[in-house]
């Protein structure tokens, strides 16, 4: 396999991975591919973006498939703190989703839009935007620099 074809399979997993409850980050990856200039920089800001989409819709399916658990002992959130991310996800509607791209909560925001049954296509939308939308700062940053 060539250099270029790793570089982008090994972005589209990195941004994949991070966008799953995993503790993974794809910036740094995004950047250094940047960097080295061998590759597209249209090309690299759609396979991250696509990786990390396709990331959250995993959390999406998670959600609609986790809640059957939801009472079991070993269930790995509190019903409080179940109970608070749903309030809070119900009082903000779908529109949450433009925060999926944040550190830390933006995990749990797709997983949770999952619990709550979000539409598909209205959940696609948001997190598309919202990864986007992060990849394209990132550049801009690593540009303007």
């Known amino acids: 396999m060539n250099e270029i074809l790793i570089g982008y399979l090994s972005l589209f997993l990195s ?44 959390n999406w399916l998670l959600g609609i498939k986790i ?23 119900a009082k903000y509607g779908s529109p949450i989703l433009l925060l999926s791209w944040l550190p830390i909560i933006g995990d749990p925001i797709t997983l949770i839009s999952g619990i709550l049954k979000e539409n598909f296509f209205r959940f696609l939308c948001f997190v598309a935007v919202a990864k986007f939308l992060r990849y394209l700062v990132i550049y801009l940053a690593y540009s303007a620099y």
Do not use: H
């Open 67 to 89: 809640e059957t658990y939801r009472y079991r002992k070993w269930f790995p959130i509190s019903e409080q703190k179940l109970d608070q991310a749903q309030n809070l996800y």
């Open 15 to 58: 941004a994949f991975g991070a966008a799953t409850l995993l503790p993974l980050q794809s910036e740094a990856l995004l950047i250094a591919l940047l960097i080295s200039e061998k590759y597209s920089t249209v090309l690299l800001l759609m396979i991250a973006t696509f990786g990390n989409v396709l990331g959250a819709c995993v």
